[in-house]
């Protein structure tokens, strides 16, 4: 305990801008903390505090400033402030990243050098574009750009030092292009939702994007979930356990939880009033680490809050997103689809029948009022068939076509061709395009035949 707090007096005192009261770090010069992200190391969680000449660094299992480091730059064209300010900062493990928010640029910072590490440019083409990490990996979706929207994923290659597009996408679905949208990570599944899209006809007009869509990380796949109301939220979104946490632009926080789709709104607590607009609170093991705004000294403060002194009272819980009924949509247009499929199929193929337009007249057999002439065994054929509509065994067929002195296949043979010569012969003789002796497999045996007459 004495060397801890021999060490926070001489970072103190040597930095001249550090002073502790009841647990909270105190900044004395104004407008200071730039920036803040939170950093793992061998276990422990770090905070480290981006000022306009230094870093410091906050160990929150100890509670105590362990470092205060001046800053070194190894690139010219950029200044400390331009970076910490303007770029993103982004933690991969213990490295901290700060990746130009306009596109292009990223710097590795490590015990107060800032180092470039990419071969791009400032392109300006991903303005506004959600940031996150997979595997290691810097990946970032959308952006604004030359009046459009990027609608796809770019992510930084190591190896290559450069931005690639991560390809290819599956599935036949995507949202579109987006710029300040809300994109968290939780588990393997990227969410994005709020923020705008670009009208298609007017590339100057900005459009709320009122959807949710998940992407899975392992497939490749795009889903859309539904329909969001988004008017009043706004994009300052982070994670708090299998949560996430937006501010909204009415005084409301809001936890969402897109898995069991619903949002949860609080009161903001007394000190959340005072957060500053530019730097995200930091959540860990039940606390949050924030940049308060003394409005009456004109001074930014370092506070570590309680959640439960953070979050105020519920307001309501209520659905998060309206289900996608796309889906529902695409499911009955394809039954009617397979209805109408089945009923032309069977209208062809004998189900559904023409009532009465074979008949028997005078031992004679018509077709409507045509006449058709058939030897004796068709006569019997198409006798036995009409006496029978829901259709008769192949074995009475075969007891009608059957020839003394030829075996069993030849004579099944024989009544097939038989069947096939009847079916020919109405066709040519009356015109029609279907068969007017169908065959289906048998109810009881699906070995058997059934022979029905289309009538």
């Given at each position: ?9 001489l970072?103190?005192?040597?930095t ?9 770090i ?46 070194k730059?190894q690139d010219?064209n ?22 130009e ?15 470039r ?16 990490v ?29 931005w ?11 949202p579109?292009g ?43 796949k ?8 988004a008017i009043?939220?706004?994009?300052r ?22 898995i069991l ?7 903001r ?28 000294n ?20 209520k ?15 394809v ?17 559904i029948r ?6 028997i ?51 099944i ?21 279907y ?6 497999k ?14």
């Amino acid at each position: 305990m004495i060397f801890r707090y021999v060490r926070f007096l001489l970072v103190a005192v040597f930095t001249l801008v550090i002073v502790t009261v009841n647990g909270q770090i105190v900044s004395k010069e104004r407008g200071l903390i730039k920036s803040m992200v939170l950093t793992q190391e061998r276990g422990q969680g770090f905070i480290l505090l981006f000022c306009e000449n230094y870093f410091l660094k906050y160990n929150t299992t100890e509670k105590y400033v362990i470092d205060s480091i001046p800053y070194k730059i190894q690139d010219s064209n950029f200044s400390v402030i331009n970076i910490i300010t303007d770029f993103d900062p982004v933690v991969i493990n213990d490295k901290v990243y700060f990746l130009e928010n306009t596109g292009g640029g990223i710097f590795e910072f490590k015990d107060g050098i800032f180092n470039r590490i990419d071969k791009s440019y400032t392109h300006r083409l991903t303005f506004g574009s959600a940031k996150f990490v997979f595997n290691g990996q810097i990946i970032q979706y959308g952006g604004y750009g030359y009046f459009s929207n990027r609608d796809f994923f770019t992510y930084f290659d190591t190896i290559t030092r450069e931005w690639e597009v991560l390809s290819p996408i599956k599935g036949d679905i995507a949202p579109p292009g987006t710029r300040s949208s809300s994109g968290i990570l939780f588990n393997n599944t990227f969410y994005l939702f709020n923020g705008f899209t670009i009208n298609k006809f007017d590339k100057k007009k900005y459009e709320q994007f009122n959807e949710l869509w998940s992407f899975d990380l392992d497939s490749k796949k795009w889903g859309h979930l539904g329909k969001i109301d988004a008017i009043d939220l706004s994009t300052r979104t982070f994670l708090i356990d299998s949560t996430f946490l937006l501010f909204d632009n009415t005084g409301y926080m809001n936890f969402i939880d897109p898995i069991l789709n619903k949002i949860t709104k609080f009161k903001r607590g007394a000190l959340v009033e005072k957060l500053s607009e530019n730097i995200m609170p930091v959540y860990l093991n039940g606390q949050f680490y924030c940049i308060l705004k003394n409005i009456n000294n004109n001074i930014d403060e370092f506070w570590i809050i309680d959640k439960n002194d953070f979050i105020g009272e519920k307001i309501i819980e209520k659905e998060f997103y309206k289900k996608n009924k796309n889906g529902y949509i695409v499911i009955l247009y394809v039954l009617i689809i397979v209805i109408v499929v089945g009923l032309i199929v069977l209208l062809f193929f004998g189900k559904i029948r023409k009532r009465g337009t074979i008949k028997i007249k005078n031992n004679s057999i018509y077709f409507k009022n045509i006449k058709i002439e058939l030897d004796q065994t068709d006569f019997e054929i198409i006798s036995l068939l009409l006496n029978n509509p829901e259709g008769v065994d192949g074995a009475e067929i075969l007891n009608i076509t059957e020839k003394k002195g030829l075996n069993y296949s030849h004579n099944i043979r024989q009544r097939n061709i038989i069947i096939k010569n009847i079916n020919l012969y109405f066709r040519a003789k009356v015109n029609i395009n279907y068969d007017i002796i169908i065959i289906n497999k048998s109810d009881y045996d699906q070995r058997m035949r059934t022979f029905v007459l289309v009538n």
